[in-house]
């Protein structure tokens, strides 16, 4: 059995030790939460995405699951469904797959500096668009296959510290501003977010009022840039669900 845990996989692994299955066990996070660490106890291996988060021989650090696809973007076509030109660099802002209401906050306040300095792709999330229109301006209720084509053309990342996006940013190597959502379980996005901020991966808004100047500032400083894609590179795990393939399919666990 193979869980990502949570409480709603926590029955389905002490029915597998209780049937005595083989039980392994991923963490996404950079903290685990009661249902996961109980789990841990249980299972014959242990995965986890960031360091240092469960101490244990059974431990394998894989870093979390990467559709590879996302890097395979077009960028002629991103730019059309945009109406974005080369001019100006491009910023992709969202609040997670759902959006957030605070980041589209954000946006609105800080909305005539942002498209004066860049272009600005904004994943609103469904009946959360703000009422703001510029050409410098695309907003979306979600990305789904556009995604790709749309990262294409993306140079600055602004968004939240799940770490399913945080990996993709790794993967892709973009420069990102991190607003973490203070209300998730654990506190696990700002713990995510201050792993990617100490290895100089990511930057965190703690101030809503620095978004543009961050912004500003990152986008005009190349050696900080390749400094953080440097960063990037070294959390990526571009071979994780082989890893986890690999470990599933190991005899001592069939």
Not at 128 to 140: E, G, T
Request: proline share 6%.
């Amino acid at each position: 059995v193979f869980t990502k845990g949570g409480f709603v996989g926590f029955p389905v692994a002490v029915a597998a030790w209780l049937l005595r299955r083989p039980l392994i066990l991923h963490e996404s996070d950079s903290v685990m939460g009661l249902a996961n660490r109980l789990t841990a106890r249980m299972a014959g291996a242990v995965c986890t995405a960031f360091p240092e988060v469960y101490s244990s021989p059974k431990t394998t650090l894989t870093g979390n699951p990467v559709r590879r696809s996302i890097a395979q973007g077009d960028r002629t076509r991103g730019y059309s469904l945009t109406g974005f030109t080369r001019d100006l660099p491009v910023v992709l802002i969202w609040g997670g797959s759902q959006g957030a209401q605070e980041v589209n906050d954000l946006v609105a306040a800080n909305f005539n500096d942002l498209v004066t300095h860049f272009q600005v792709v904004h994943v609103t999330g469904s009946g959360k668009s703000i009422a703001l229109q510029h050409p410098h301006y695309y907003p979306v209720d979600y990305l789904a296959e556009p995604l790709a084509d749309i990262y294409s053309i993306t140079n600055f990342v602004v968004g939240r510290a799940g770490a399913n996006s945080l990996f993709e940013l790794a993967f892709l190597q973009k420069p990102n501003i991190l607003v973490p959502l203070a209300s998730a379980a654990h506190d696990h996005q700002n713990r995510n977010a201050r792993v990617f901020e100490k290895a100089g991966a990511s930057l965190v808004l703690r101030d809503p009022r620095e978004l543009v100047g961050t912004l500003v500032r990152l986008s005009g400083d190349s050696i900080a840039q390749q400094r953080m894609r440097d960063a990037l590179g070294r959390l990526a795990q571009p071979d994780c669900a082989r890893q986890i393939a690999q470990l599933i399919l190991n005899p001592r666990f069939s």
